[in-house]
């Protein structure tokens, strides 16, 4: 089993920054990937990025430019550096790990983006 822990989300005008956090704890095999989706109300969950315990990293378009994926492997801990946000990234965040075939989501963290 594995176990997902966010932390981060917040309130931010448009232009602001934000850092999210995710450590992953539990039954962790080496070759898996890390990433974080979000869901706004009425629409279906989205990739925002990923990246591969190699430092491959894939980010939605929509994104690409302004936020920055990164990951400390040893720790299985992953973030998200979310920079010029937009009130159009309001949504809740959730970590995500795929690993050993099964795909481990976090709580969910808010992020609002007041324009």
């Known amino acids: 089993q594995v176990q997902l822990v966010e932390s981060g989300g917040g309130l931010v005008q448009a232009g602001g920054s934000l850092r999210l956090s995710c450590a992953a704890s539990?039954?962790?095999?080496?070759?898996?990937?890390m990433g974080w989706y979000r869901q706004a109300p009425g629409n279906q969950r989205e990739l925002v990025a990923t990246?591969?315990?190699?430092?491959?990293?894939n980010y939605a378009d929509s994104v690409k430019g302004r936020f920055t994926i990164s990951r400390e492997s040893i720790k299985n801990t992953v973030y998200l550096q979310m920079n010029s946000l937009k009130p159009e990234d309001t949504a809740v965040y959730y970590c995500?790990?795929?690993?050993?075939?099964?795909?481990?989501w976090g709580q969910g963290t808010q992020v609002t983006v007041s324009s």
């Open positions: 995500n790990i795929f690993n050993f075939g099964n795909n481990y």
């Open positions: 539990g039954s962790i095999f080496r070759i898996n990937v």
């Open positions: 990246m591969s315990n190699g430092g491959i990293s």
